[in-house]
DNA sequence: CAAGGCTCCTGATAGC
DNA sequence: TGCTATCAGGAGCCTT
């Protein structure tokens, strides 16, 4: 589950091995990866031969590769399960290969005889996905104009975010969850950032105080920091990075995914609950619900 | 306009 | 054995 560390790792590996090169072909291989590029896989396809691939930009979990030579980049989003995978040609497709790009300086246009690599889009869920877009005159593709900086962002404004919240009539885990106020917190962020800071997840974001904002952004780009710093997360196979190494920061989490385990503060057995369809890990110690009634 | 709920998707796993 | 239910969840979209 890429949250914004993972696709930082994601990043650097495109700029690594992506950028740079001339696109030579597309094959889009399920149309649900192209779904939000309005012109379909073959102008999908088609956008993109011919063009070098400027260097590899990310705003939250967006990631996206300017154009040379044109107003557009190629947007991508990892979704659940995507993953960018710089692969030899010739290696055996992925289960749920969906999009495989090549390049020219590579396979039969080669002048070195080295093999290539190709980058290919894989993902099961398919959640994710490939797009063209228009920029902005900011060089941001269009369609995530309304995204916020992220944390990690040097122009983050943390006053702004903390008048923000307390404008907002919500709770704090909706909150950072929402990308239009603070952008790249998931779920296991969300929870891990939470703990570090024992916070409520139900805690209702006009109670913040400016120390208690400045502190929960500064454990939100703590456990950031340290997730990028192994390379990002992995709870099962489905996330790798760009060259198919998978994070081990799992191991690091301190409530996300731990049931009935202790907590490592005060021992007190995590608790999982439903919310939103999904779950909320906290220490009911730790991180005590907030007095004012809860509606429902 | 803000807030919150619904929905898309596939595979692992649990329960009967 | 084989079926069904549940869960994982980002974010666009829709309703209130």
Same mark, same amino acid.
Request: hydrophobic content about 35%; proline content about 6%.
């Given at each position: 589950?890429?949250?914004?560390?993972?696709?930082?790792?994601?990043?650097?590996?495109?700029?690594?091995?992506?950028?740079?090169?001339?696109?030579?072909?597309?094959?889009?291989? @399920?149309? *649900?990866?192209?779904? #939000?590029?309005?012109?379909? !896989?073959?102008?999908? +396809? /088609?956008?993109?031969? &011919?063009?070098?691939?400027?260097?590899?930009?990310?705003?939250?979990?967006?990631?996206?590769?300017?154009?040379?030579?044109?107003?557009?980049?190629?947007?991508?989003?990892?979704?659940?399960?995507?993953?960018?995978?710089?692969?030899?040609?010739?290696?055996?497709?992925?289960? @749920?290969? *969906?999009?495989?790009? #090549?390049?020219?300086?590579? !396979?039969?246009?080669? +002048? /070195?005889?080295?093999? &290539?690599?190709?980058?290919?889009?894989?993902?099961?869920?398919?959640?994710?996905?490939?797009?063209?877009?228009?920029?902005?005159?900011?060089?941001?593709?269009?369609?995530?104009?309304?995204?916020?900086?992220?944390?990690?962002?040097?122009?983050?404004?943390?006053?702004?975010? @903390?008048?923000?919240?307390?404008? #907002?009539?919500?709770?704090?885990?909706?909150?950072?969850?929402?990308?239009?106020?603070?952008?790249?917190?998931?779920?296991?962020?969300?929870?891990?950032?939470?703990?570090?800071?024992?916070?409520?997840?139900?805690?209702?974001?006009?109670?913040?105080?400016?120390?208690?904002?400045?502190?929960?952004?500064?454990?939100?780009?703590?456990?950031?920091?340290?997730?990028?710093?192994?390379?990002?997360?992995?709870?099962?196979?489905?996330?790798?990075?760009?060259?198919?190494?998978?994070?081990?920061?799992?191991?690091?989490?301190?409530?996300?995914?731990?049931?009935?385990?202790?907590?490592?503060?005060?021992?007190?057995?995590?608790?999982?609950?439903?919310?939103?369809?999904?779950?909320?890990?906290?220490?009911?110690?730790?991180?005590?619900?907030?007095?004012?009634?809860?509606?429902?």
């Amino acid at each position: 589950m890429p949250e914004l560390p993972e696709v930082e790792v994601v990043r650097r590996g495109l700029e690594r091995w992506v950028s740079g090169r001339t696109v030579a072909s597309v094959e889009v291989l @399920h149309p *649900r990866a192209v779904r #939000r590029h309005l012109g379909g !896989g073959e102008d999908f +396809a /088609a956008r993109l031969k &011919g063009h070098r691939i400027g260097v590899a930009r990310r705003r939250g979990k967006y990631l996206w590769l300017p154009l040379d030579d044109t107003d557009a980049s190629i947007l991508g989003h990892l979704g659940m399960s995507g993953q960018l995978l710089v692969q030899p040609e010739g290696a055996p497709d992925e289960k @749920h290969l *969906r999009i495989r790009i #090549r390049f020219t300086d590579s !396979g039969s246009g080669s +002048a /070195a005889g080295a093999p &290539g690599t190709e980058l290919r889009f894989v993902d099961q869920r398919t959640f994710g996905g490939l797009s063209v877009h228009d920029n902005t005159p900011d060089g941001l593709p269009d369609v995530i104009a309304h995204i916020a900086r992220d944390p990690l962002d040097p122009a983050f404004d943390d006053a702004a975010f @903390h008048t923000a919240l307390r404008l #907002r009539r919500t709770t704090i885990k909706r909150a950072l969850l929402d990308q239009s106020l603070i952008s790249g917190v998931g779920n296991i962020y969300a929870d891990e950032a939470l703990w570090r800071s024992r916070l409520h997840y139900d805690r209702p974001t006009a109670t913040f105080t400016r120390p208690r904002s400045y502190e929960l952004l500064g454990h939100v780009r703590d456990v950031m920091t340290a997730a990028l710093d192994v390379g990002g997360t992995s709870f099962d196979s489905l996330y790798v990075d760009v060259n198919g190494e998978s994070g081990y920061f799992d191991r690091s989490l301190d409530a996300y995914g731990r049931e009935g385990e202790p907590c490592r503060r005060c021992g007190t057995p995590i608790r999982r609950r439903p919310w939103m369809n999904r779950s909320s890990y906290y220490c009911p110690r730790c991180q005590r619900p907030p007095r004012v009634a809860r509606r429902g």
